[in-house]
Nanobody, 126 residues
């Protein structure tokens, strides 16, 4: 079992950048595929990005493709999401998640992930 804790959220102006981190404990994160999701008030949780456990292949939602970069540092047991050119519609609680599965096109499925963090708020002002 792994515990996940997000950090790095905050308030940023539109057009700015922000990096959020997800620190894992309890088990090495290298055995998991990892993902970022977000949830805005009144909306369903949606996929943002994911990175595979074996080959490091990455997947992105169309809404963040070209603006977001997901990465992982297995030595630090940490995953990151760098977001650039932020828009007000990026405002949400950002969650990290860990999956025991090797991800393919199913990376966006919430049900593929076994462990979740508590989330960190990202607010983009216009």
């Amino acid at each position: 079992q792994v515990q996940l804790v997000e950090s790095g959220g905050g308030l940023v102006q539109a057009g700015g950048s922000l990096s959020v981190s997800c620190a894992a404990s309890g088990r090495t994160v290298s055995v998991y595929s990892l993902g970022w999701f977000r949830q805005a008030p009144g909306k369903e949780r949606e996929f943002v990005a994911a990175i595979n456990r074996n080959d490091g292949r990455t997947y992105y939602a169309e809404s963040v493709k070209g603006r977001g970069t997901i990465s992982r540092d297995n030595a630090k047991n940490t995953m990151y999401l760098q977001m650039n050119s932020l828009k007000p519609e990026d405002t949400a609680v950002y969650y990290c998640a860990a999956s025991k599965y090797f991800l393919t096109s199913t990376a966006p499925r919430v049900t593929n992930y076994d462990y979740w963090g508590q989330g960190t708020q990202v607010t983009v002002s216009s």
